[in-house]
């Protein structure tokens, strides 16, 4: 099915891997947000569960490993053409994780992958609602962390 104005939404993974104070970015080599900082993540593939999908697409677009796969939240992301149609429409299950290993570098959909200080989110662009996953994955974390 085509992904440019969709007959349905599409169900994808976004994952926010934490490395101490770091977050993993990728730079996107294909619509929606083109060029533009985001989590790694993409679309869920056809008898993937959704946790292999997340697994798999940090793996492919980061060289990354990651550990301690814990669901954040579910985001919709719909963009609208000039004329209101619906020209991408995505049902984001977004989670945390931590880095185990790998070593950054832009594979795949990314043009670019790196660890990106938490002080320095704002020079990225970022959309919103990834900041506010970002934000949620940290306090989420942080709280783990006084706890264990």
């Given at each position: 099915m085509?992904?440019?104005y969709p007959d349905?939404?599409?169900?994808?993974?976004?994952?926010?891997v934490?490395?101490?104070?770091h977050?993993?970015?990728?730079r996107?080599?294909k619509p929606?947000r083109m060029d533009e900082?985001?989590?790694p993540?993409?679309?869920?593939d056809?008898g993937?569960?959704?946790r292999d999908?997340a697994?798999r697409?940090v793996?492919?677009?980061?060289?990354i490993?990651i550990?301690?796969?814990?669901?954040l939240?579910?985001v919709?992301?719909?963009?609208?053409?000039?004329?209101q149609?619906?020209?991408?429409?995505y049902?984001?299950i977004?989670?945390?994780?931590?880095?185990?290993?790998?070593?950054?570098k832009?594979?795949?959909?990314?043009i670019?992958?790196?660890?990106v200080?938490?002080?320095?989110?704002?020079?990225?662009?970022l959309?919103?609602?990834?900041?506010?996953i970002?934000?949620?994955?940290?306090?989420d974390h942080?709280?783990?962390?006084l706890h264990a």
């Amino acid at each position: 099915m085509k992904r440019d104005y969709p007959d349905r939404p599409f169900v994808g993974v976004g994952v926010v891997v934490l490395k101490g104070d770091h977050v993993l970015l990728i730079r996107r080599k294909k619509p929606p947000r083109m060029d533009e900082w985001s989590l790694p993540g993409g679309a869920q593939d056809l008898g993937e569960n959704i946790r292999d999908a997340a697994v798999r697409e940090v793996r492919e677009e980061t060289g990354i490993e990651i550990q301690n796969l814990q669901l954040l939240d579910v985001v919709d992301f719909i963009d609208r053409d000039d004329k209101q149609d619906v020209r991408h429409h995505y049902s984001l299950i977004d989670f945390s994780a931590e880095y185990a290993s790998g070593e950054a570098k832009g594979n795949d959909d990314a043009i670019e992958a790196k660890w990106v200080p938490f002080n320095d989110l704002e020079r990225y662009n970022l959309w919103q609602k990834t900041i506010e996953i970002i934000r949620k994955a940290k306090s989420d974390h942080n709280s783990a962390s006084l706890h264990a």
